[in-house]
């Protein structure tokens, strides 16, 4: 179960990763390394296969390159004032790829390489829903990387109304936060929850002020800093539209 977080709060991912794991035991930074790699792996894995690799290929890749991030010193020399994180990482998993260009897959899934919980199964089935484009592999890398940013802002958004007992409202406005298809009107919401249509259109004004408070949150911890938010969130939502 994720540990509950006081409102504002926010897990020590990305470039505050890197920077912790600079000065905390091995074991720490192990743990807070295998954190950051469940939560991007997947933008990883589709950029991979949207290269041309084979599912078990990309699965090798994907394992093999968090694996080296895990077992050497490499990510503690990463420099936040590079640039973006998830410029970081894409940057360095194409290194990774032509370094292991040469190395069969078999060796890679048998080099004694620590596995993390990844459920590719899944990421597959999601990446064989991707619209049959032009796309490029690093426009679908961005917009996973967007994706996720997204669904983690309301995952945090769902969780506070959750510890403090609005749940039903939680359950039947958010909804009306990201849903671009045909929504009850607030009148119908409204009778739901048994309160009056403009105490709905207040309530929802509200997430979506909060929502966006969380998600500005989220894409401050993969910038350098504060002025480059707003470039960020316009690459985001262009990434996603």
Known sequence: MTPKRARGEFATTRWTTVNAVRHVSASQAANALAELCEVYWLPLYGYLRRRGYRPEEAQDLTQGFFARL?????IRTADP???RFRSFLLTALKRYVINEHERSAAA??????????LDFDEAERAYALEPATDETPD???DRRWATIALDRAL???????????????????????TDTGQL???????????ITE?????????MRQRY??????????????????EAELRELFRAVS
């Open 70 to 74: 895990l077992e050497t010193d490499s």
């Open 81 to 83: 004032a590079r640039g």
């Open 108 to 117: 890679r899934r048998g080099g004694g390489h620590p596995h993390l919980s």
């Open 139 to 141: 426009r679908l890398f």
């Open 155 to 177: 995952e945090r958004l769902r969780a506070e109304y959750l510890e403090l007992g609005r749940a039903p409202l939680a359950d039947v406005l958010l909804p009306y936060l």
């Open 184 to 194: 009850p009107p607030y009148r119908a919401a409204a009778a739901r929850l048994d």
């Open 198 to 206: 403009g105490a709905v259109k207040v309530a929802v004004h509200r």
């Open 212 to 229: 966006g408070a969380i998600l500005r949150a989220e894409i401050a911890e993969t910038v350098l800093g504060e002025e480059e938010v």
